[in-house]
């Protein structure tokens, strides 16, 4: 086994766990901040310091003991999602200390985990936290759902909601970069509106302002939309519908707007115009679309690179506050991906 030298490996770390199931928004008590033994290590393992961690809207969903996509999370265990650190111990031939890594086991300080469930960060062309973010996973669901599920054209106009988010900053960047006619944001304040017309969005609202069918309208004019990138659902995919031009697509990635709901959302009312319009409405999860992520990385660091794509990233400070970070995140107080530091 190598090691760092003069390191004195750990032998237990902090992690959050969840002590019960939220219903409705989560709260501090559905949370735990708890030390545990770490397991000794493998043939083939790697034992990483994590150095940041995803925070990501659909954690929400694994919090209910439901049949879904993903597995729920277990009560009394540790939580688990994107993480990026340093390996500082290995047992596997083709991870060495000081490798920087990227794999699933976050919400936590310390984690073995098996080398082949790793992959290289490239430090080389960004930080770190890039790899959760931009030239990772979310990077990913942005190119792959534009342009694989909604099959983005040049000349389309595009919208997308919660558009200063991490994932909907990128999509509106990249259909920008792809030659869109025209992209459309809408985000829950007047700072991040502000902060979308900087990125090159064409236009962007703050939902919160007036209602959204309306502000789109405007926004949309005569052109209508041809693509809806959909991260909140609800009243936001209603208003998608009643401007979408016919044969218009939509991506369906996430509805944060109703993640916290007790009660089943009472929009959208007007699906029946996906008929009329001829539309193609297409749900995906970007573990479906991992056979473009080589094409994406190298598209992606070409326009990191050049400055044709930038990021935003909110970083909190100590797993401690790792649930706090998660509740802000849902209640839409983070610009960018959502991210914190250990």
């Known amino acids: 086994m190598s090691a760092t030298q003069d390191t004195l490996l ?15 928004r989560p709260a501090p008590e559905n949370f735990r901040l708890a030390e545990t033994p770490l397991p000794e290590l493998q043939d083939g393992q790697v034992l990483v310091r994590n150095q940041f961690i995803s ?23 540790a939580l688990d999602g994107g993480a990026v650190g340093e390996v500082i111990a290995s047992r596997a ?47 990913l669901t942005a190119y792959a759902g534009l342009l694989k599920v909604a099959e983005f054209r040049a ?23 792809m030659g869109a006619s025209r992209v459309i944001g809408s985000a829950g304040s007047p700072e991040k509106v502000a902060r979308l017309l900087e990125l090159g969005f064409d236009a962007a609202f703050n939902y919160r302002d007036a209602p959204v069918r309306d502000q789109l309208k405007a926004a949309a004019g005569e052109q209508g939309i041809d693509v809806y990138f959909d991260n909140v659902g609800g009243d936001h995919l209603e ?58 990385a190298e598209r992606m660091a070409g326009w990191l690179a050049d400055g044709t794509v930038s990021y935003d990233e909110t970083v909190v400070e100590g797993l401690e506050n790792a649930p706090r970070a998660f509740m802000d995140l849902l209640d839409g107080r983070n610009t960018g991906k959502m991210l914190v530091r250990l």
């Open 10 to 24: 750990p032998t237990a770390t902090r992690e959050i766990q969840l002590a019960s199931r939220p219903v409705g």
């Open 239 to 296: 208003a998608a519908l009643s401007v979408l031009n016919v044969g218009g697509r939509v991506a369906m990635c996430g509805a944060i707007a109703q993640y916290n709901a007790t009660e089943p959302p009472a929009a959208p009312r007007n699906l029946a115009l996906a008929i009329g319009k001829q539309l193609t409405l297409r749900g995906f999860l970007v573990s479906g679309q991992r056979q473009h992520a080589a094409e994406f």
């Open 93 to 139: 031939d083709n991870r060495k200390v000081g490798d920087a890594v990227v794999h699933q086991l976050g919400w936590r300080e310390y984690a073995v985990v098996d080398a082949g469930a790793t992959t290289r960060a490239r430090t080389e062309l960004a930080p770190p936290s890039a790899f959760l973010g931009a030239l990772g996973m979310t990077g």
């Open 55 to 77: 925070v990501d809207p659909y954690m929400r969903g694994r919090m209910n003991d439901v049949k879904s996509y993903s597995a729920p999370f277990a009560l009394d265990k």
């Open 155 to 177: 000349g389309d106009a595009v919208f997308v909601s919660g558009a200063a988010g991490a994932v909907g900053s990128l999509v509106g960047q990249i259909a920008k970069a």
